[in-house]
């Protein structure tokens, strides 16, 4: 427990002074580092509700240390990361469930196959997120190189979560989990 929340923490150092380098850099960084620690984590827990805490913890260390970092900003009252409040509490959702659905991909039935499909279905959103024009965490020249590192993670989850012929199965429930999230935000 204690090493999850240390190394999100030394994560979160890294991304904070990857932070003032370029933004594209800074945008694969985070959260996918995270996001990868996050597997790791859940996907060795010994238990369901040791997933659920050490993917807290994992999720809560990059924060922890990334709020840390905003103390040494010029003309910062408050300890903020940037964004609203509403879309940090999804981002730690998000986190949190990638990590409980690595830890439930372990089994070997079809509700295995189906956390697998979750967790690389939900990787797949901050990818949809920054990759579309106007959309809220828009990044500039994250297409097609970023959006390349995503499908690589979304696939590497997939390829290590998923179990021999059921991988189609993940796959298939982690594009349309990406594809229903690309249409609710394009309105179509």
Do not use: H, Q
């Not at 999100?8 to 370029?22: N, T």
């Not at 260390?61 to 408050?78: D, M, R, V, Y």
């Not at 439930?104 to 959103?125: E, S, V």
Request: net charge neutral.
């Amino acid at each position: 427990m204690v090493l999850s929340l240390l190394m999100g923490m030394l994560l979160g150092g890294v991304g904070a002074l990857l932070a003032y380098g370029p933004e594209l850099l800074y945008a694969l960084y985070n959260p996918y580092a995270y996001l990868l620690f996050v597997v790791v984590m859940g996907r060795t827990a010994v238990g369901f509700g040791w997933a659920v805490l050490s993917s807290v913890l994992a999720a809560f260390g990059p924060i922890l240390s990334l709020l840390a970092a905003t103390i040494f900003e010029k003309n910062t009252w408050l300890l903020s990361l940037g964004g609203d409040g509403a879309s940090m509490n999804l981002l730690i959702a998000n986190l949190v469930a990638i990590g409980v659905f690595s830890y439930l991909a372990k089994r070997y039935d079809r509700w295995g196959d189906i956390a697998a499909g979750g967790a690389a279905g939900l990787a797949l959103f901050d990818g949809i997120d920054k990759a579309m024009p106007g959309g809220p965490e828009y990044v500039s020249g994250f297409w097609p190189w970023g959006v390349a590192v995503v499908i690589a993670i979304a696939l590497g989850m997939l390829t290590s979560l998923g179990r021999g012929c059921d991988r189609v199965c993940s796959a298939l429930i982690a594009l349309v989990l990406g594809a229903s999230y690309f249409v609710f935000l394009t309105g179509i």
